[in-house]
Nanobody, 121 residues
Framework: QVQLVESGGGLVQAGDSLRLSCAAS????????IGWFRQAPGKEREFVAE????????YGGDSVKGRFTISRDNFKNTVYLQMNSLKNEDTAVYSC??????????????WGQGTKVTVSS
């Protein structure tokens, strides 16, 4: 079982940038698809981005595409989420998740505790 720990959240102003980190341990990192999700109070969890074993990224809707970039460093067992041009509506708890990637896609099964991002104007 892989353990995930997010970091990098904080309080920023609209227009600022943040880079979130998802550090993994306890598993073979390169075997995992890693995703970023966010959840604002009173709202459903939203898919932000994911990155495959080979580094291919997938992004969520237009609300994040073009502003956020996901990447992975297999030597550091870490996935990053670079967030630029932050908006008030980006305020949420951001969590990363892992799923073993193979021929058949399976749901995310391991989750971190999340890191809080607050964007103020």
């Amino acid at each position: 079982q892989v353990q995930l720990v997010e970091s990098g959240g904080g309080l920023v102003q609209a227009g600022d940038s943040l880079r979130l980190s998802c550090a993994a341990s306890g598993g073979i990192f390169r075997n995992y698809r890693i995703g970023w999700f966010r959840q604002a109070p009173g709202k459903e969890r939203e898919f932000v981005a994911e990155i495959a074993r080979n580094g291919d990224p997938t992004y969520g809707g237009d609300s994040v595409k073009g502003r956020f970039t996901i990447s992975r460093d297999n030597f550091k067992n870490t996935v990053y989420l670079q967030m630029n041009s932050l908006k008030n509506e980006d305020t949420a708890v951001y969590s990363c998740a892992a799923a073993v990637e193979g021929i058949v896609r399976i749901p995310y099964h391991s989750w971190g505790q999340g890191t809080k991002v607050t964007v103020s104007s």
